[in-house]
């Protein structure tokens, strides 16, 4: 347990300095959480253009999983868990969650003890800006607070993220 949560640090703190191959690929761990970059984006039913599209995605800033990469085409699963292809220019480093389950409280600190910052309600999309343990502190319109990491999906447990 200790080892793979050095090496998923590791990986994140290389991020930056990920490298990509002539082919498209990156050495960037996978899985790895990405967003969707702009207002819509094609989900395909395989790595190419001339592959079925599954879904067209217009919420930008939606987060994604990459599960592998064949050139320039990601294979994500979103966070209904529909797994296609998407062309990697569609997306963006950029962290960020999806509340899942019903309306939930954002706090000012990483407390339950703490005063309540705002309530936020299911499904929305919120920048992820810092992650430690169980609380993740996130933004949206100008707000921001803490919540337990368990409450969103577009991170992994124990993943630190500082951004």
């Known amino acids: 347990m200790k080892t793979a949560l050095i090496l998923l640090i590791a990986c994140a703190a290389t991020a930056a300095n990920a ?4 082919d498209g690929t ?4 996978k899985p790895r959480f990405v967003s969707i970059k702009g207002g819509s984006a094609m989900m395909r039913s395989g790595p190419g253009e001339r592959f079925p599209i599954l879904w067209e995605y217009k919420r930008p ?4 999983e990459i599960l592998k990469e064949y050139e320039i085409w990601r294979q994500v699963r979103d966070p209904d868990g529909t ?7 569609l997306l963006t480093g950029q962290r960020t969650g999806m509340v899942r389950g019903q309306s939930r409280l954002l706090y ?9 910052a705002w309530r936020i309600a299911p499904g929305a ?9 169980i609380w993740c502190r996130v933004s949206k319109d100008g707000k921001s607070g ?10 992994y447990a124990r993943e630190k993220i500082e951004g």
Do not use: H
């Not at 999309?125 to 343990?133: A, G, K, M």
């Open 19 to 22: 490298a990509e191959f002539a």
């Open 26 to 29: 990156t050495d960037l761990q």
């Open 61 to 64: 800033g939606l987060p994604m």
């Open 83 to 89: 797994i296609g292809w998407m062309n990697k220019a």
């Open 108 to 116: 000012v600190a990483p407390d339950m003890k703490s005063r309540i």
């Open 125 to 133: 999309v919120v920048n992820i800006t810092l992650c430690e343990d």
């Open 146 to 155: 803490y919540i337990l990491r368990g409450q969103m999906w577009g991170t």
